[in-house]
């Protein structure tokens, strides 16, 4: 059974932070990149960041860089999203997704910028408001 389950989601202030959790079962993620999506009220989702231990590369959309990192444990076969300086136009429902590297033409970027993925969470709710 695959799973990926997203917790870590609240309400949080302006400039605040949160740290999301992504917890996969059923599969290992050393195989899969992980990534991070978003869609806020009105919007088109949109990849928040991806990253692949295979070639050690990460991409974050223009609009997270430098208040958002991604990261992963191993041991915990889980992947985090840290989260800071957040702004309101960061509200969203937060997703995460694996994609397999072992895909052909695989890449971080085309898994972010396409959205593609094999497997998707059901989303954690983020609210940046005062």
């Known amino acids: 059974q695959v799973q990926l389950v997203e917790s870590g989601g609240g309400l949080v202030q302006p400039g605040g932070s949160l740290r999301l959790s992504c917890a996969a079962s059923?599969?290992?993620?050393?195989?899969?990149?992980i990534g991070w999506f978003r869609q806020a009220p009105g919007k088109e989702r949109e990849g928040v960041s991806c990253?692949?231990?295979?070639?050690?590369?990460?991409y974050y959309a223009y609009s997270v860089k430098g208040r958002f990192t991604i990261s992963r444990d191993n041991a915990k076969n889980t992947v985090y999203l840290q989260m800071n300086n957040l702004k309101p136009e960061d509200t969203a429902v937060y997703s995460c997704?694996?994609?397999?590297?072992?895909?052909?033409?695989?890449?971080?970027?085309?898994?972010?910028?396409?959205?593609?993925?094999?497997?998707w969470g059901q989303g954690t709710q983020v609210t940046v408001s005062s």
């Open positions: 997704a694996a994609l397999s590297i072992e895909k052909p033409q695989f890449s971080v970027q085309v898994m972010c910028v396409m959205m593609s993925a094999d497997y």
């Open positions: 059923g599969f290992s993620l050393d195989r899969y990149a």
């Open positions: 990253f692949s231990s295979s070639d050690d590369t990460t």
